[in-house]
């Protein structure tokens, strides 16, 4: 195969359809949003069906259980699916609207249009739900976009896209305005990478090493995001008990996923309360605990000591750092060291600390009292999302449908020249 013309091919028709889209009605677009959702609801069997055979692929060749349970297309999982694809197209239509309007001395009315990116390009492992949430919010924002899933979900990309298609046929709009390429093999994506004559930005969501990579090769802008280590910071005035659940449902609900708990940092007035509390639930539930040297004696046999390379570190599994710390001054010192802007939280009952976190620490969700696992398109009202920006360009945080359009300037004159 040639590689080169193949997605040279998939890049033409992804630019000439983003034209048609984005001059396409927003209640065009909501229709075929909709249309998705019934489908998807529809098709129940079909999908479940596909996905088996990807399961069982990747079963067969020993994949990991977190990467097996990111693959899975469950009855959750599905109507999850659904249910971002009716609240994307509740949402305001982002594309058009206009910012607020000001007479500039000239006489000229001077403001802003929301304008779709363009084309484009998503690069993805494993999660084939993907598929769904990135096609409907980049149609929301008059985009096209290019899907490139894992090998090991090819099956499951390929029978979402088959009812992607009929949906956007059913507005009569183009099938590849929403594509998902077909070819498994990595120098495809190397390919798309130099395209930046027709794809207007990528968007890789994966591992480290995918989105280095991406990075590395890429021609056009990369919205990106490294990895996911998020802090908690249980200070003196926090509950114990509430902050037990929430550093429990942070880390243990879904390990796997980038918004879970990777490391708590405990104020040391507090520490020898709260740190056997949380070992006694965490350490029922199979969490492994990498401690500093204050925090050893107080979590019991599920602790080891931690080494240097364990702060800072993405586990995306049952295992948490956890250190002491003598003030607010030194976490923060921490997370800035050892974050990774992606979500840092405190637990305090005192206001003053708390607004004091959220103005200072540097994070795309910065949260008080709360579960990690809120930093989340649909849990911040997104309905969906095609990832989290931990780069402040163009965009930071999780990434809706207005997180994918851009603006234009607009100037209404009225017959003006310049002087």
């Known amino acids: 195969m040639n590689f080169a013309e193949a997605m040279k091919d998939v890049a033409r028709k992804a630019k000439k359809a983003a034209r048609k889209i984005s001059c396409a009605d927003g209640s065009v677009r909501n229709g075929a949003i909709l249309k998705l959702a019934s489908l998807l609801e529809k098709e129940q069997e079909f999908i479940f069906a596909e996905n088996r055979k990807d399961l069982d692929a990747a079963k067969a060749r020993g994949l990991d259980n977190a990467r097996m349970q990111r693959l899975e297309i469950s009855p959750a999982v599905l109507n999850y699916m659904i249910q971002g694809c009716n609240e994307v197209a509740a949402q305001t239509d982002p594309v058009g609207e206009i910012e607020k309007m000001e007479r500039r001395p000239s006489g000229?009315?001077?403001g802003k249009m929301r304008i779709p990116l363009g084309v484009i390009m998503m690069i993805f492992e494993s999660r084939p739900n993907v598929t769904v949430d990135a096609a409907v919010l980049c149609?929301?924002?008059g985009n096209s976009i290019i899907l490139r899933g894992g090998s090991?979900?090819?099956?499951?990309?390929?029978?979402l896209a088959s009812l992607i298609h009929k949906a956007l046929e059913s507005q009569n709009l183009p099938a590849d305005a929403a594509q998902v390429v077909a070819v498994t093999d990595r120098e495809a994506v190397s390919e798309?990478?130099?395209l930046d004559e027709y794809i207007d930005v990528v968007i890789p969501r994966g591992g480290e090493g995918l989105i280095r990579a991406v990075v590395q090769q890429a021609t056009m802008p990369v919205l990106k995001h490294y990895k996911g280590v998020c802090h908690i910071f249980v200070d003196k005035f926090?509950?114990?008990a509430k902050s037990v659940d929430i550093v429990k449902n942070s880390k243990t609900q879904k390990p796997g996923v980038c918004n879970a708990l990777e490391g708590v940092l405990v104020h040391e007035d507090i520490a020898e309360d709260f740190l056997p509390a949380m070992a006694t639930i965490l350490g029922a539930c199979g969490v492994q605990f990498r401690a500093c040297p204050?925090?050893?004696s107080l979590l019991g046999n599920t602790a080891i000591a931690a080494t240097i390379d364990d702060f800072g570190y993405e586990f995306l599994d049952l295992i948490l750092t956890v250190?002491?710390?003598s003030s607010q001054d030194d976490a923060q010192d921490y997370i800035a060291r050892y974050g990774s802007n992606h979500t840092e939280v405190i637990l305090t009952k005192d206001h003053d600390r708390a607004m004091r976190f959220v103005r200072e620490v540097d994070a795309s969700m910065v949260?008080?009292?709360c579960s990690t696992r809120f930093n989340d398109g649909g849990q911040l009202g997104l309905g969906a999302e095609i990832g989290i920006s931990t780069s402040k360009l163009h965009s930071y945080g999780p990434m809706g449908a207005k997180e994918l359009t851009s603006t234009k300037f607009v100037s209404l004159g009225e017959w003006n020249i310049r002087l």
């Open 108 to 110: 000229v009315l001077v």
């Open 139 to 141: 149609l929301k924002a």
């Open 152 to 159: 090991e979900a090819i099956h499951s990309n390929l029978a």
């Open 192 to 194: 798309l990478l130099k």
């Open 238 to 240: 926090a509950d114990i």
């Open 294 to 296: 204050r925090s050893m």
């Open 323 to 325: 250190k002491v710390v």
């Open 367 to 369: 949260g008080v009292n």
